[in-house]
Every structure is written in C-alpha cells, then in structure tokens.
C-alpha cells in the first residue's frame, strides 16, 4: 500500500477572470466538473488564451492526466483526452508513471466515489481537501500487474458500454415509431387537436409522501424515491420499505396505469421527466419528489403518455417552458396541468400500445443483462483491489 501523495504530483484548477472577456477568446481547452461526462474529457465549452493561463489559478495538462472532480460533483473521474486547462473544481493527478500505470489509477479512484461523497464537506458546495485525496492508500503490484487488472477492468467496463448503447438504440426506435405513427408533434402543423395535461387526469393530480427517518424498515411497505426512477420505469424488489397506515396507502398507492412525473430536480433536465409504474400485486407507495398522474383511459393510454412526455422535442417545446430553473429546478402541479398534449384518437394510441409490446420483452432482458453487467463490474472492482483476481 502506498499513499497517493507519494505516487503522483497534485495541480490545482482556477477560472480566469470573466470580466475579462478576451481571456475566453483562446484556442485552449478549459473545463469544469460539467464538462466531465464520461471517461475521457474531450469536450469544452470554453477555451481559453494562454495570457489567461498567466492570470489566474488554472494549470494546463497533458493528454493523459488524470482528473477528479474535488467539488461540485465530487468524485468523478476521467482521463484528460487532449491538452487542457480546468477550473477549481478539479484536481489533475500526473501519476509517477514508473511506479503507477494511469488506467489502473483510475480504476481505482473509481471506486472511492463514496468514500469521497463521505468526506465532503461545506456549507453551500461541498468538496473534499487535497489531504483527503494524497492520504488515501492505493494497493501496489509490480506495473505488469497493474496493467493486467486495469486491462480486465476495462473489458468488464466495455461490455457495460456496448449494453448502455443497446438500451439507447432502443430508446432511438421507440421514438422512430412514435413519429412514424403520430407525425412530430412538436413540428409547425400538427395533425391532432391539444388539451391540458390535466384534462387526460382522472381526479386531477397528486404529490407524494414525506415520511420521516424513523418510518423506514425492512418490513414495511416499498417506496419510490428518485433515485429508483432514473430508467424510466421503476424497478422493484430493492426499494426502501416504510411503514405507514391505511390511509396513507390509500392516498399515495401505485397503480399500473399511472405515470410519475420528477417533481423537483438537481439538474434541469431531469424536471418533469416521466415514469411508468410495473404490475404487480404488492402495494407501491411513491414519495414527495414526484407527482402522480392517474391517466384518464377513456381519453388517453398511459403508453402513449408515458412515450409523449418522454420525446426530447416534445419536452423541449411543450414541457420545459413550465419548468422552474433554481439551485433545484422543478415543477409544480399548476404548471404540469398547463402542459399541452396533442391527443391522437384512442384507436391510434391503441395501436402504438402493441407495436410497443414487441419491445417491451426485449427492453426488459436489456435492463436486466445491463444490471447484472453492474453486478459484475462492481464485484470485479472489488476484488482487484484486493489482490484477488
């Protein structure tokens, strides 16, 4: 074991001063925490001069670097793709490239992101110190070691990738057929008449529970949080249990037909997105971070709602006008009921509802692949961290 402190050299970021507006008008890569998307940062959107560079705090790194996010985001990691500069809520790790080999590195920063998340600390943005980052101890194997773990890592991670984009593939057939059968619903003239949203609700609309920190147990009823809902359809059998009375049941249940919609969100993008309930015979609760639409199925199927409030450039241009931007953007239920549908007949709607069955089964074996493909990863993870693979 070894302390980070003694196998790589620390570079802070900065942000040149904005007053100075020439300082953005450079050919040189600078990023932020929002910048880091995935596994290698390629892509800016500010570049900056060198005069910059002089000015302020930043540092430029080689291709190659190793980037955490040390605030805003704590945790995230990536591999600097070109030469670059970064703002204070990075730090650029430059391993000792004759003791570290830079994708075993990674890895395993990877898989301290909650031991950060646990170290943060702030009032208003929370990061983690430099001494928290050069303290941490990585296990050392000879390099030829490390490049083997890091080289059965990334295939493991790889095969995650090639499921994510199968999942996305889908997602981009589901939209083909929805405009294939509906025409573009946000286009200049579209083909069907528009009503609120809140007219297509059978008793208007509902908010979620709030149940305090002593409710929650093993035994209880389950309960979708935000986090359960990131797939656009709930996942059930490893939610958070409550336990509640009958009436609380009877006001804040699940029903197959409903749809959930994000209430409040930590980025504005996620405001307002659906969610679809699965069948089941269990009970299902639903928490304060969403709002519940129960569908009107004499006017509206819950497939086609699901999917049209779904659609990017339906969100874009019917949903997103309603939705508030703060340090959490969100909407509230007298804006959602203010959302336009345009509303195909009901035999149409019918209609998408089988070719959508076709792909229900092959969607659903690509979440469960992708989600023992996370299993996996994560034991694999563990384990060559512990001198076990």
Known sequence: MEALGNLCQFLNGGTPAKSEAHFFEGEIPWITSADITGPVAMNARSFITEQAIAASATNKVPAGSVLLVTRTGVGKVAIAGVDLCFSQDITALIPDHARVDTAYLVHFLRTKQDYFLSMARGATIKGITRDVVSKLELPLPSLAEQRRIAAILDKADALRAKRREALAQLDRLVQSIFVEMFGDPAGASPSFRSVPLLELAQDGFQNGAYFPKGAYSESGIEMVHMSDAFGGVVRRGQLRRVECDGDDVAKYSLEKSDVLIARRSLTYEGAAKPCRVPDSSEPLL????????????????????FHYLNNERIREKFVRPFVTQSTISGINQSNLAKVPVLLPPRELQRKFELAMASLEGLSREHHRSAAELDRFFVCTQARAFQGEL
Do not use: A, G, H, Q
């Open 286 to 305: 639903f928490e304060s971070s969403f709002i519940r639409i129960r569908p009107d199925l004499s006017k509206v199927s819950p497939l086609f709602l």
